[in-house]
Structures are given as C-alpha cells and as structure tokens.
C-alpha cells in the first residue's frame, strides 16, 4: 500500500498566486514526522520544511507553510505568492520507524508534484 | 560549509564492472542513507546507517553493498554493476533526533 500519496502529477499556476501541494499518509505509528522537498532541473533534493506529529501548531519557513490535519492524514504544502523559481518538482516523505535496528528509522517518498510557475 | 558530498557526480559504466561512489558529510550526522531516484518511483532507499559500524537495508538493497567505518563516510558499492541499476543516486544525512536528511547533489550512474 501506498504510504505516501501525491495526487496532482503536475500543476500549473501563475506568478504571485498561492499554491497549495497535496499529500496524504498513511501509519499507524503515532510518533512521525512529514517533510517536504524541492527538486529543481538541476536535480539537488532541497529541504523546505518539517512537521513532528506531536507538533501542535502547523509549521512554517518563510513562504511555505504546512497545512497539517492529522486526523485526515494530510500534510500539504502551501506556497505563498510564487515565483518563477519556484518551478520544480516537490516531494513529500513522511519518517516512520525501520524493520531491523531498535531505533531505526527511514523516509518514505511519495511520487512527486511538478509545479510550473508561469509568468 | 555544511554539506554532502557525493562523488562521482556522473558516471558511465559496463555490467559486471565493480564501483563505489563515495559520500561524505561534515555535519557530524549520526545517520547516513543511500537512495535511488527513478521515473515515477520516487526515491526509495537501498541501505542506511544509524552510526559507525551500524548499518541495514533499506526497500531495495539488492545488488548494493555499503559500509560505515567513519562517521562522516558511507560509500555505495556495486560488486557487479546491471543496466537495471541505471538511476539517480541520492546520499542523505541527519542527526537521528528528527532525521532531517540533508541530500548531497545525486549522482547519475549509467550501466551499459
């Protein structure tokens, strides 16, 4: 089963508009934690911002802001006032904890989003 | 700087010809990880490590081998390299306390 799920393959949007990114997850760990990541065309893997599961208010880093609604699994990605150089693809991946080292823990990356900001 | 570093950042090779990329951090991070990035895969990891010496396999470890011996190196080994290994490569690391991985730049490997 799918444990991180991007719908939206592809957007489009215009300059200065909000965009909103979907992702949902599925765990039924109660300790987690939700990340999201930009992939620009020249393809580093850019951390944009964090959500613990215990975190009570939603996150926020400059432009972008997390819209975490636990009860509904859904962590998406708002992006205030975009701008071209926003365009790239975004990742979502959620930490959950790994079979084998007591402790362990892994990321799970949902398929992506490919935002395109037009001018 | 804080930073991963990958190397090679490209690499062309044959099936069956042994390689390692190498991957280095200077944050001090506890956990290290390898992933592959394909199309419409997404990135799923091969092998992470939670400290030195403490390793184990991620979704898709098959065909890959690593180690930790330092903490601020985990290099990626493939004994014998197949095209289905063609792929994108992403090291990442973190402190184990969030695991807010940070991604060296990828390392585009090609199998012929």
């Known amino acids: 089963a799918q444990k991180i799920t991007q719908t939206q393959p592809g957007m489009f949007v215009q300059e200065k508009e909000a965009v909103t990114l979907d992702c949902t997850y599925d765990t039924s760990d109660p300790s987690y934690g939700l990340f999201w990541y930009k992939q620009p065309s020249s393809g580093e893997m850019i951390f944009l911002i964090y959500?613990?599961?215990?975190?009570?208010q939603n996150a926020t880093e400059g432009r972008y802001s997390l819209n975490f609604q636990k009860a509904r699994k859904s962590a998406n990605l708002v992006i205030s006032a975009s701008q071209l150089g926003d365009s790239a693809m975004y990742f979502c991946?959620?930490?959950?904890?790994?079979?084998?080292?007591?402790?362990?823990?892994?990321?799970?990356f949902g398929q992506g989003t490919r935002l395109t900001i037009n001018p | 700087e804080a930073q991963v570093t990958q190397n090679p950042r490209y690499l062309i090779t044959v099936t069956g010809k042994k390689l390692t990329v190498t991957c280095s951090q200077n944050?001090?991070?506890?956990?290290m990880s390898w992933y592959r990035q394909d199309p419409g895969l997404g990135l799923r990891q091969i092998y992470y490590?939670?400290?030195?010496?403490?390793?184990d396999k991620g979704d898709v470890p098959e065909g890959y081998k690593v180690s930790r011996k330092e903490k601020r190196n985990f290099p990626l080994i493939l004994e014998s390299p197949s095209p289905n290994q063609t792929s994108l490569y992403f090291c990442?690391?973190?402190?184990?306390?969030?695991?807010?991985?940070?991604f060296g730049a990828g390392t585009r490997l090609s199998v012929l």
């Open positions: 959500q613990g599961s215990y975190d009570q």
């Open positions: 490590s939670m400290n030195v010496e403490v390793t």
């Open positions: 991946a959620m930490r959950e904890a790994a079979q084998g080292i007591q402790g362990a823990q892994k990321l799970v």
């Open positions: 944050m001090n991070h506890e956990y």
């Open positions: 990442a690391s973190s402190f184990l306390a969030k695991n807010i991985q940070y």
